[in-house]
């Protein structure tokens, strides 16, 4: 595969970027009173964000959030080991996020069309992606209850995104900081769903088991 170049050979993708970060540096001069702000006082974000790394679905960009207010772990499908799986990346995000940030609210965010769900429907090759087949395998318990349930093809893949964010939400907290502030009231754990097609967000309600809108009320 060859690489798209300009006029004067520079890779396209990376003059992108350049330009983006031309247009930013406008930005900040315009706003430097902001930037100042963040750059010199603590960080308070007001939720920890797990979602898919997936390029369209961008959290700030759905919350309409500012820099500092999301603190995001984004990996491939939303997923969080659980703590004995001694994955040391999520597991610090979590533990940093409540116990230094102050954080009180964790959204686990899957989305529609979701590839790292799908990558268990082919084989996956051992050699050159052997990180990726041990990390997808977290995805499998939704994969087995989905079949087990007998769910129709086509709407298999739907229902095991939802049910991989389900069973995120039961791995959160086999975390012991998120599980003691969830007994004491102290912290939230939210499931949502982003359609990326209709541009809206389904949450998971655990009380009834049920999706609904999440501007809807809850039952």
């Given amino acids: 595969m060859t690489t798209a170049?300009?006029?004067?050979?520079?890779?396209?993708?990376?003059?992108?970027a350049i330009e983006g970060y031309e247009?930013?540096?406008?930005?900040?001069?315009?706003?430097?009173?902001?930037y100042k702000s963040l750059a010199t006082k603590k960080q308070k974000p007001r939720l920890l964000w797990i979602g898919c790394s997936d390029s369209r679905v961008v959290p700030s960009q759905i919350t309409q959030a500012d820099p500092g207010e999301l603190f995001e772990v984004r990996n491939i499908a939303n997923c969080v080991p659980p703590s004995w799986t001694g994955d040391e990346a999520v597991g610090a995000a979590i533990e940093y996020a409540i116990a230094h940030l102050g954080i009180d609210d964790i959204v686990v965010c899957g989305h529609s069309g979701c590839g790292g769900i799908h990558a268990?429907?082919?084989?996956?090759?051992p050699d050159n992606e052997a990180h990726l087949g041990r990390w997808v395998e977290y995805t499998r318990p939704a994969h087995q209850l989905v079949a087990a349930?007998?769910?129709?093809?086509?709407?298999?893949?739907?229902?095991?995104?939802?049910?991989?964010?389900?069973?995120q939400l039961d791995n959160l907290m086999t975390y012991e900081i998120v599980a003691k502030g969830v007994a004491e009231g102290r912290v939230g754990i939210h499931g949502w769903l982003y359609d990326m097609e209709a541009g809206e967000i389904q949450a998971y309600d655990p009380r009834t088991g049920a999706w609904r809108g999440l501007l809807e009320p809850a039952a």
């Fill in 5 to 16: 170049k300009d006029a004067r050979g520079i890779d396209l993708d990376i003059k992108d």
């Fill in 23 to 34: 247009r930013f540096r406008l930005e900040f001069e315009r706003d430097k009173a902001f």
């Fill in 120 to 125: 268990l429907a082919e084989p996956i090759p």
């Fill in 149 to 167: 349930a007998r769910v129709p093809e086509e709407e298999r893949f739907a229902a095991t995104i939802r049910a991989h964010v389900q069973f």
